[in-house]
């Protein structure tokens, strides 16, 4: 398993990228267009949210998906029966947010949709003609306009000694969307599985961005590129008492969007979504 640390600005950057989603799943990108002081801060904001009861007042709207998730409602991973050790904010830009998170966070929004497209373009011309022929659009066409892209603010607490046996931060799992964008965490902790069952930490240092490849990304690709499980670990020693934050974005084409001939992107979605118990 060799996650690629690839700079954004070199000329070989998109078949470098490509070729570690190819192979891994998931591609380090370093100098690239994201400035970090807006990360840092965004964490730092949204830390001070997630550690104020102001959150109550924003929990989420079971019909619209947007707000506060709190650790009891979470998410527990396909496949699991005990609940993720976190919090979590779904920001849409239609959605609730409080005002004085709102701008940085839409900001955040823009620019992060921005190099998506960016890079579902280097993943379309980085494919074989023989798998691309089956994407029914421009998969940087796909996201244009989406309402259903997802901006989630996660934040993982400090552990208290007492979480459920077996409960980890976010349990082995594969996200369901094309690709999902996500800049270095605040801690350590992610990890993807290689292709013979052992872990590995994904690299990444302040100021990069983790791509992995979703679901809908494979079914899309015919399982070209590999939407590979990764999971967030729980920290040790004195580690133990930092939070965690994290800042992924699932790029969701619009619904319409036809992924196979099994299904277009609202099919697939509800389908894993009633499979997650969210729905
Ligand atoms: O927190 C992280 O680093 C990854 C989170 C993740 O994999 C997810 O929310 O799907
Ligand atoms: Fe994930």
Redesign the pocket.
Known sequence: MNVQNVDYTQPDAAERFVQSLRETGFGVLRNHPIPADLVSSIYRNWLAFFTSEEKHRWRYDQGRQDGYFPPDVSETAKGHSVKDLKE?YHVYPWGRIPDSLRDDILDYYRRANEVASTLLGWVESQTPADIALHYSEPLSRMIEDSQQTLL?V?H?PPLSGDEQPGAV??AA?E?INLL?V?PA?NEP??EVRGGDGTWHAVPCDPGQL?INVGDMLQEASRGYFPSTT???TNPRGEARLHS?L?L?L?LHPRPEVVLSERHTADTYLKERLRELGVI
Do not use: C, E, I, Q
């Open positions: 979590y989630r996660l993982y931060r976010a799992h996200d999902t996500l965490a902790g992610l983790v990764h999971r967030v965690r994290s992924p699932f």
